[in-house]
């Protein structure tokens, strides 16, 4: 069987480390369909700056201690993500984001989802609330299962 490829933002991956968050169940669905090989999951290589800065956001916010955000670190170093290097992207990724109107970050992610032909899935409701009718191949987590 060949996997589903889907593009994931770290609004996603995070769900896996801040538990206190809406839709972690849906996250969990989507993580147990990739360790199984059902999904792969892709991201730019943006991604490994946004989870750590999430999981740090988390950790003050419920003042975690370090033992803690340590093993969310470690956790999703081994998660074994396919990590796109997105260096060269920088003008097409700063050509969508002007044309659509969203932040270079999230460009980022929607090129690679149109580079690879496959959907992006999120879970930042205000991304999705914008782009949904512009952008068929994006979809939310909440929805996601």
């Not at 360790?35 to 989870?51: K, M, S």
């Not at 496959?118 to 909440?142: G, H, P, Q």
Request: proline share 1%; net charge negative; with cysteine.
């Amino acid at each position: 069987m060949v996997a589903e490829h889907l593009v994931v933002d770290a609004s996603v991956v995070a769900k896996l480390y801040l538990r206190d968050e809406q839709h972690t169940a849906k996250a969990d669905l989507l993580f147990s369909r990739f360790q199984r090989g059902e999904v792969q999951l892709i991201a730019p290589r943006l991604i490994t700056y946004e989870v750590p800065a999430a999981i740090k956001r988390g950790a003050v916010r419920v003042k975690a201690v370090e033992e803690i955000w340590q093993a969310a670190l470690s956790s999703f170093e081994s998660l074994g993500l396919s990590v796109v290097d997105d260096s060269d992207a920088k003008y097409e990724a700063t050509r969508l984001a002007i044309n659509y109107a969203c932040s270079y970050y999230d460009a980022l992610y929607l090129l690679l989802a149109e580079d690879l032909g496959c959907s992006f899935i999120t879970a930042d409701e205000r991304l999705w609330r914008t782009m949904r009718t512009r952008v068929k191949y994006l979809s939310l987590l909440a929805s996601y299962g």
